[in-house]
Structures are given as structure tokens and as C-alpha cells.
């Protein structure tokens, strides 16, 4: 099939950028030159430059042109779904229970609510079909208004969890990733040694205020007590 030709010469530039025949601090050929050589109107290749410049290869100075930018390496993208890990099988959840009760004081600190605020606290534990890989802990601020179904939060990740609270669109999600020493309950429900240190991804949501809405942590341990993110996830 015929690709459009401000794709087919977004394809072309992204692909010398690529291949190193364009290097950073390189000026691109002007919008007129592009349009002639490709037997387009400036209007398509100026579509083909803002693809490139919304995927981060390129930048434009007025009255100067387009010039191939340096790559960032120090940034980072990372996949987190406490419910998609990664691993080859596909994984399921096991609620162990879920409860209104008062919070301590740094579970108060970090949903910025008083003591005598009472919490969902939702416990679940994580299976591959290996086995379990992590146990989960979700407080969510209580709301009188909004009674907790539990078939609908066993399967539900934290940001599924609290949507109602908030657009979708509007959640900011913040996420600290840190080891933590061995506790008896959660080491036992992993089936790990009872000295094993674990591995803890905190998730915090906020909403449009950055007012917090959630916040999560799963316990990983073992051979799954791994986290992977990547510096380019262009195609």
C-alpha cells in the first residue's frame, strides 16, 4: 500500500537521522528545497517536519532553519502495570482483603489527610502461572459515597481504581522505586526466605489540584524484583 507522501518523507529523513547520515547539529535542507526534490507542496513537507519534531529528532530556529538535535541518553522511559509485569505468562490476581480502617501517620503524610480519615486498604497477591511474584497494598482515601466492589478492584490496576475520583485524563502518576527489608507476612506470601529484602514499587496518584487520590505498593521479590525501562522507544 501507497503511504502519504508526508509520511513516506518522514520515513525518509527519520531514516538517514537513524542510519547516522544526518548527525546532530546537521541544518536540513529548507521547506522549499524538501518540497522540490520530493514533488510536494511546502505544506505536506512542513507536516513531515513536525512529526520529527514531536518525536524529539529535530528543532527549528526562525529565519534559520531546521537543525537535527542532540539526543537526550539520560532519560528514560518506564512501563509499570502491576498487573502486566512483563513476564511471558499472563498474570492474575488473588484479593485477600479489603478494609476501611484508620491509617498511620506516614500513610496520612503521603494522602495529605488527618488520622481520623479512614482508608481502603485493598491486600492482593500477584501469580504468574509460576507462582505468586508480588504482593500488593492499595490505600485509597474512603469515600462514603463510593461503596468498594470487590470483583471490580481485583482486577483493577490503581489508576482504574481511583478513575472515578478523577478524569483519567487529568491523573498524574509518580512512581519511587526502592529496596526494603524482609517482612515475615509478605516473604511468606511470595514463598521467599524470611531474610530476603524486597523489592518495592510505590505508586502515588494525584488529581488535577495534585491533591493525592491513591497510593500503592507492590512487593517483589526474588528472580521478579526487577525493574526495566528503556532509552529509546522509537520504532
Known amino acids: ?6 509520511r513516506y518523507l518522514f520515513n525518509q529523513l527519520k531514516d538517514k537521522i537513524l542510519r547516522g547520515e544526518l548527525k ?12 522540490q526534490q ?15 519534531d514531536n518525536e524529539g529528532f529535530i528543532t ?15 532519560k528514560y ?14 498474570l492474575y490476581s488473588k484479593l485477600l482483603g479489603v478494609d476501611a480502617t484508620d491509617p498511620d501517620a506516614t500513610i496520612c503524610q503521603k494522602l495529605q489527610i488527618s488520622c481520623d480519615h479512614k482508608v481502603v486498604v485493598i491486600l492482593r497477591l500477584l501469580y504468574s502461572n509460576e507462582g505468586p511474584i508480588a504482593y500488593d497494598i492499595k490505600y485509597i482515601p474512603y469515600d462514603r459515597g463510593r461503596p468498594i466492589v470487590e470483583k471490580a478492584i481485583e482486577y483493577a490496576a490503581l489508576p482504574d481504581m481511583v478513575a472515578k475520583k478523577s478524569s483519567p485524563f487529568a491523573i498524574k502518576k ?9 517482612n515475615p507476612e509478605i516473604n511468606k506470601s511470595l514463598c521467599l526466605h524470611e531474610s530476603e529484602p524486597l523489592l518495592v514499587v510505590e505508586q502515588s496518584l494525584y488529581d488535577y489540584e495534585n491533591k493525592p487520590i491513591g497510593l500503592g505498593k507492590t512487593y517483589y521479590g526474588g528472580e521478579h524484583g526487577k525493574i526495566r525501562a528503556y532509552s529509546n522507544m522509537r520504532e
Open 77 to 90: 522511559t518506564l512501563l509499570f502495570n502491576e498487573l502486566n509485569s512483563g513476564s511471558k505468562n499472563n
Open 24 to 35: 546532530p547539529g546537521d541544518m536540513l535542507q529548507s521547506e522549499n528545497e524538501l518540497a
Open 174 to 182: 509518580e512512581l519511587c522505586i526502592y529496596i526494603e527489608k524482609s
Open 38 to 52: 520530493y514533488s510536494t507542496s511546502r505544506l505536506t513537507v512542513r507536516k513531515s517536519l513536525s512529526m520529527l
Open 60 to 74: 527549528s530556529f526562525p529565519g534559520k532553519g531546521y537543525y537535527i538535535i542532540e539526543p537526550d541518553h539520560s
Open 1 to 6: 500500500m501507497n503511504l502519504p507522501i508526508y
